[in-house]
């Protein structure tokens, strides 16, 4: 039975959490502020920790941060508000996993914890990721092609981050639109294909017979290490 920390200062928030997790058949433990939450993570090892950014005593991200700093590769998900994309670009690069915006749908939520406890038992570092000749840097938050830094965006970053996340699976533009813009309807754009095919010409040897980043016509995309 897997342990999960849920660090939530929301007391109705905390415990929807710790019941639904509960009935998922995790073992979870709940702290309501910062400095509780590390002496927790300290303690009881947990398998995964569900942190909030907004967290009295101690930030979320001074959390992570120093979790990381003790050397600990706990999977740590971000909760963020709407809205705070710079706490997401933030909490990636002090160490943070994955991160799920709210309000969000559990069944969302439990998706997000199964995959990060599967990809940190398959690689416990998790640090880089490395597909052709291409890194992806956890820790730097870049991607290096041939060991030269690549200007992408942190939309692009986002977009290739989730896209390889979930490698393998075809994702939906409607998803994406969802997941990394964080829009809440579908709409009518062609934000994602645009996007796709900048990240394309970046990482791509030929963008026109991508081997990395492959379409499923009428469905969304696929990303293939």
């Excluded at 060991?147 to 075809?170: C, I, K, M, N, W």
């Excluded at 579908?186 to 791509?204: F, G, P, S």
Aim: hydrophobic share 40%; aromatic share 6%; with cysteine.
């Amino acid at each position: 039975m897997s342990k999960v920390l849920v660090v939530e200062d929301d007391r109705a928030m905390a415990v929807a959490l710790r019941d639904g997790l509960e009935y998922e058949g995790y073992q979870v433990t709940t702290a309501s502020d910062g400095e509780t939450g590390l002496r927790m993570a300290q303690s009881m090892d947990p398998d995964l920790i569900l942190l909030d950014v907004m967290l009295p005593k101690r930030s979320g991200l001074s959390l992570c941060r120093e979790i990381r700093r003790e050397g600990r590769d706990v999977p740590i998900i971000m909760l963020t508000a709407r809205g705070q994309e710079s706490d997401k670009v933030t909490g990636l690069k002090v160490g943070a996993d994955d991160y799920v915006t709210k309000p969000f749908g559990f069944v969302e939520l439990v998706a997000r914890v199964e995959a990060v406890l599967r990809r940190s038992k398959r690689n416990p570092q998790r640090s880089h990721y490395s597909f052709g000749d291409l890194v992806l840097d956890y820790e730097k938050l870049e991607v290096r092609k041939s060991g030269v830094p690549l200007a992408l965006s942190t939309r692009e970053f986002e977009l290739l981050l989730y896209l390889v996340d979930h490698r393998g699976q075809v994702v939906s533009r409607a998803e994406l639109l969802e997941q990394v813009w964080h829009y809440r309807s579908v709409l009518n754009t062609r934000t994602v294909d645009m996007h796709i095919a900048k990240l394309r010409k970046k990482i791509e040897d030929d963008p026109a017979q991508p081997r990395h980043i492959l379409t499923r016509h009428g469905v969304g995309y696929r990303f293939e290490g």
